[in-house]
């Protein structure tokens, strides 16, 4: 069974840094690209991320390029999102996902992000 | 960047009705094209795919049709549990979705 488990959510504030984490189990991670999407209070689904299996190849929206970085480590199965200068519009739930054939096959629960002073 | 606008935005049905989704792309996404459920706390959940595709464990009242710039999402005969937000995404550039519609009961 596909099992995603997101960490390291909280309050943070406007500026500041969080790392985000995706524990992988239940399938060959390596041979999988992943991404994060997320979701503001009451909004509807962003895409924010995504990194191919090996790692070699990462993209991010526009929204976050240049603040944000997807990484992973295959040998821990694990999803990394480094987020930088932080701001109250990146408030969310922020959803780990596997992606087969392009789309979203399974999520973790999500971790909530709060950016306020 | 490819837009979706879902219709309606909400509708309200009882259970054992019929429920037709529509999604719209801002251009065409040939036939890569996806459904997803969510249910108020919970994850989205992937439906359909590439149009008309039903995921793994997805009921058969579920279906998917279209292509091009329009699509739509069937559920032939609503169960409790399918009161939920359903969202289309496209895989054709970047990954978008439509805002979602609302299916809840009348």
């Known amino acids: 069974e596909v099992q995603l488990l997101e960490s390291g959510g909280g309050l943070v504030q406007p500026g500041g840094s969080l790392r985000l984490s995706c524990a992988a189990s239940g399938f060959t991670f390596s041979t999988y690209d992943m991404s994060w999407v997320r979701q503001a209070p009451g909004k509807g689904l962003e895409w924010v991320s995504t990194?191919?299996?090996?790692?070699?190849?990462?993209y991010h929206a526009d929204s976050v390029k240049g603040r944000f970085t997807i990484s992973r480590d295959n040998s821990k199965n694990t999803l990394y999102l480094q987020m930088n200068s932080l701001r109250a519009e990146d408030t969310a739930v922020y959803y780990c996902?596997?992606?087969?054939?392009?789309?979203?096959?399974?999520w973790g629960q999500g971790t909530l992000v709060t950016v306020s002073s | 960047e490819i837009v979706l606008t879902q219709s309606p935005a909400t509708l309200s049905l009882s259970p054992g009705e019929r429920a037709t989704l529509s999604c719209r792309a801002s251009q065409s996404v040939s036939s890569y094209l996806a459904w997803y459920q969510q249910k108020p706390g919970q994850a989205p959940r992937l439906l359909i795919y590439?149009?008309?595709n039903r995921a793994t464990g997805i009921p058969a009242r579920f279906s998917g049709s279209g292509s091009g710039t329009d699509f739509t999402l069937t559920i032939s005969s609503l169960e409790p549990e399918d009161f939920a937000v359903y969202y289309c995404?496209?895989?054709?550039?970047?990954?978008?979705f439509g805002g979602g519609t609302k299916v809840e009961i009348k």
């Open positions: 590439d149009a008309s």
């Open positions: 990194i191919s299996g090996s790692g070699d190849r990462t």
């Open positions: 995404q496209q895989r054709t550039n970047w990954p978008s």
């Open positions: 996902a596997k992606r087969a054939l392009y789309y979203f096959d399974h």
